[in-house]
C-alpha cells in the first residue's frame, strides 16, 4: 500500500486535474489505471509508491496538448518538487522516464519495469470502453462530423490501433489484456456486429444532456 502522506496529496492536488480532460481521461480513468498498476506491480516487486506516482501523474500532460502529453506528463512529475518529500532524485527520474514511455504509440518498449507496469495498466482493453471512448472523443474533437463521418472515424482508429497489425503492444504476460484484444479484434473483423455496437453507443452518447 503506498504512503498515505503521498496518497493525500496526489488525492487533492494531482487527480482533481483529470476532471478537466476529455471524458476518456477523467478521473475514472486514472483510477482505473492507478488500480491495475498496483495489481500488476506485485508479481515484480516493484515500490508501490512509485508505481501509484507514475500511474496518478501519467495523463497530467494533456493539460498541455495531447500529441506529445506523455512527455508532458513526465516533465510534470519531475518539475514538482513536493515529491521530493517522498522520492530520491533517482526515483524521479525513474518515474518520468515511465511516465514518458506509457503511450501506446511509443516507438520503443518502456525502458523500466514501472513504465511496462502503466503501460500495461493504460491499455484498459474492455472493448465497449474501447468503443465508448473512441465515441466520445470524437463528439468532442470532430463536431461537424455526421453519424457516418463518426463510424469511419472510430473504424480507421480501431485498425490502426488494435487490429491485428495494429501499433498497440502489450508488455506483461501477468495481464488480461491479451485476451480482451483477441475478443477486441474479433468484433474488428465483423463488420455487421461493430456497426451494430457503434450504433447504440453513437445514440446512447448523443442522447445524453
Not at 3 to 19: A, G
Not at 25 to 35: G, L
Not at 42 to 70: F, I, Q
Not at 159 to 184: I, Q, T
Amino acid at each position: 500500500m503506498p504512503n498515505q502522506e503521498l496518497i493525500h496529496y496526489i488525492e487533492t492536488e494531482i487527480i482533481p486535474r483529470y476532471e478537466a480532460f476529455d471524458k476518456a481521461h477523467r478521473t475514472d480513468h486514472v483510477r482505473s489505471v492507478i488500480e491495475r498498476s498496483l495489481a500488476l506491480a506485485t508479481p515484480y516487486g516493484a515500490d508501490p509508491d512509485m508505481v501509484y506516482t507514475v500511474a496518478a501523474y501519467h495523463d497530467t500532460g494533456l493539460s498541455v496538448e495531447r500529441e506529445r502529453h506523455h512527455l508532458y506528463s513526465g516533465a510534470i512529475l519531475a518539475a514538482d518538487h513536493r515529491l521530493r518529500r517522498w522520492f530520491t532524485e533517482e526515483q524521479i527520474g525513474i518515474m518520468r522516464e515511465a511516465a514518458e514511455d506509457h503511450r501506446a504509440s511509443s516507438a520503443h518498449a518502456p525502458r523500466t519495469i514501472y513504465g511496462r507496469i502503466v503501460a500495461e495498466a493504460d491499455r484498459l482493453i474492455d472493448p465497449e470502453t474501447i468503443l465508448r471512448r473512441t465515441v466520445q472523443y470524437g463528439l468532442a474533437h470532430y463536431p461537424a462530423l455526421d453519424r457516418t463521418g463518426h463510424f469511419l472515424r472510430l473504424k480507421e482508429h480501431l485498425d490502426r490501433k488494435y487490429a491485428d497489425g495494429g501499433y498497440l503492444r502489450l508488455w506483461l504476460p501477468e495481464s488480461d489484456n491479451a485476451k480482451r484484444l483477441a475478443e477486441l479484434r474479433r468484433i474488428i473483423r465483423d463488420a455487421g456486429r461493430l456497426q451494430t455496437l457503434f450504433d447504440r453507443i453513437f445514440d446512447e452518447e448523443t442522447r445524453r444532456p
